[in-house]
Nanobody
Framework: QVQLVESGGGLVQAGDSLRLSCAAP????????MAWFRQAPGKEREFVAA????????YNADSVKGRFSISKDNAKNTVNLQMNGLKPEDTAVYYC?????????????????WGQGTQVTVSS
C-alpha cells in the first residue's frame, strides 16, 4: 500500500511561515495528482492546494491564495506546501493525498491515498 508521510508541522505565531513536506514513493510523486487538505476540530476536511502530475498546474483554495504555494521535488520524491502569513484560522491537521490524474483536484473523494497528517497550530 502506498504510504504518504507528512512532516513540518508545529506551533507558530500569526504571520510566521512553515513548510510542510510529504514524502511519497517516486512513482506516486511522478504520476499522481498530489494535494494538501486540512481539517480543523469540528469541521469537515477542506481542500488547500493541489499540483498536477506534470507539476505545471496548481490549484489553491481561495482562503490561502497569495499565502500558500504547493510544489513537488521529483529528485527528493516530495510534495511541499510553503505557508506564509499564517493566521489562527489556518490551525488544523494537514493531510497529504494522492489521486489518479484527471480526477477533480478539489474534491476529497478523488483521493485514494492519504497520509496520517501533521498538526499546524497558529497562535494569535
Amino acid at each position: 500500500q502506498v504510504q504518504l508521510v507528512e512532516s513540518g508541522g508545529g506551533l507558530v505565531q500569526a504571520g510566521d511561515s512553515l513548510r510542510l513536506s510529504c514524502a511519497a514513493p517516486r512513482r506516486t510523486v511522478m504520476w499522481y495528482t498530489m494535494a494538501w487538505f486540512r481539517q480543523a476540530p469540528g469541521k469537515e476536511r477542506e481542500f488547500v492546494a493541489a499540483i498536477s502530475r506534470s507539476g505545471t498546474t496548481t490549484y489553491n483554495a481561495d482562503s490561502v491564495k497569495g499565502r500558500f504555494s504547493i510544489s513537488k521535488d521529483n529528485a527528493k520524491n516530495t510534495v511541499n506546501l510553503q505557508m506564509n502569513g499564517l493566521k489562527p484560522e489556518d490551525t488544523a491537521v494537514y493531510y497529504c493525498a494522492a489521486a489518479q490524474p484527471g480526477s477533480p483536484a478539489r474534491l476529497p473523494g478523488s483521493y485514494e491515498t492519504w497520509g496520517q497528517g501533521t498538526q499546524v497550530t497558529v497562535s494569535s
